[in-house]
T-cell receptor, first 115, second 114 residues
Framework: DAGVIQSPRHEVTEMGQEVTLRCKPI?????LFWYRQTMMRGLELLIY????????DSGMPEDRFSAKMPNASFSTLKIQPSEPRDSAVYFC?????????????FGPGTRLTVT | AQSVSQHNHHVILSEAASLELGCNYS??????LFWYVQYPGQHLQLLLK??????LVKGIKGFEAEFIKSKFSFNLRKPSVQWSDTAEYFC????????????FGQGTELSVKP
């Protein structure tokens, strides 16, 4: 298996622009997580899905952030409009809990820089 | 609410020194416990995990962790660290009422001097 795939790996954009981050989870995994990592705040869970349905979006910082999972093999995290304080590494992870293998598998991350 | 606490934010060791990173969690029910490692510039990778059975868990690269239920702890140990162990280490917990969600500690940065 190729693991969790994220794109792009790096994104540089100007303040006010829309940013879309993409994630393809491991095939067969029914949970998908979006995290944000910064030096100041560490690793934060933004939102997670189970069977394509959002379960908990309490970590989404503002209405500027939205996430979708239209099918089991694809999810997006969108920021509109972007701001410099959104600069961070965004990780996607997937898992298949309840079978004794609860660990999450992380993608390589997208490093977002908003200028 | 459940939480995970890692005692040390930054640990600096010389090569061959022994390592112990503390992790405590707050939850009285059934837990699954994890240690993840993040090497510089990379994503989080699983180091080891505990689900049940022997509370002393052995992971990759010579790491081990011991689950002490009475202390709500899951400390990470390695008898002799190497420069290549320089990384950030995250403790995480999943509970029987969180449906697959992991609760992460704030991380401990380990710097190993050659």
């Amino acid at each position: 298996d190729a693991g969790v795939i994220q794109s792009p790996r790096h994104e540089v954009t100007e303040m006010g622009q829309e940013v879309t981050l993409r994630c393809k989870p491991i095939s067969g995994h029914d949970y998908l997580f979006w995290y944000r990592q910064t030096m100041m705040r560490g690793l934060e869970l933004l939102i997670y899905f189970n069977n394509n349905v959002p379960i908990d979006d309490s970590g989404m910082p503002e209405d500027r952030f939205s996430a979708k999972m239209p099918n089991a093999s694809f999810s997006t995290l969108k920021i509109q409009p972007s701001e410099p304080r959104d600069s961070a590494v965004y990780f996607c992870a997937s898992s298949l809990p309840g079978t004794g293998v609860d660990e999450q598998y992380f993608g390589p991350g997208t490093r977002l820089t908003v200028t | 609410a459940q939480s995970v606490s890692q005692h040390n934010h930054h640990v600096i060791l010389s090569e061959a020194a022994s390592l112990e990173l503390g992790c405590n969690y707050s939850y009285g029910g059934t837990v699954n416990l994890f240690w993840y490692v993040q090497y510089p510039g990379q994503h989080l990778q699983l180091l080891l995990k505990y689900f049940s059975g022997d509370p002393l868990v052995k992971g990759i690269k010579g790491f081990e962790a011991e689950f002490i239920k009475s202390k709500f702890s899951f400390n990470l140990r390695k008898p002799s660290v190497q420069w290549s162990d320089t990384a950030e280490y995250f403790c995480a917990v999943s509970t029987d009422n969180q449906g697959g969600k992991l609760i992460f500690g704030q991380g401990t940065e380990l710097s190993v001097k050659p």
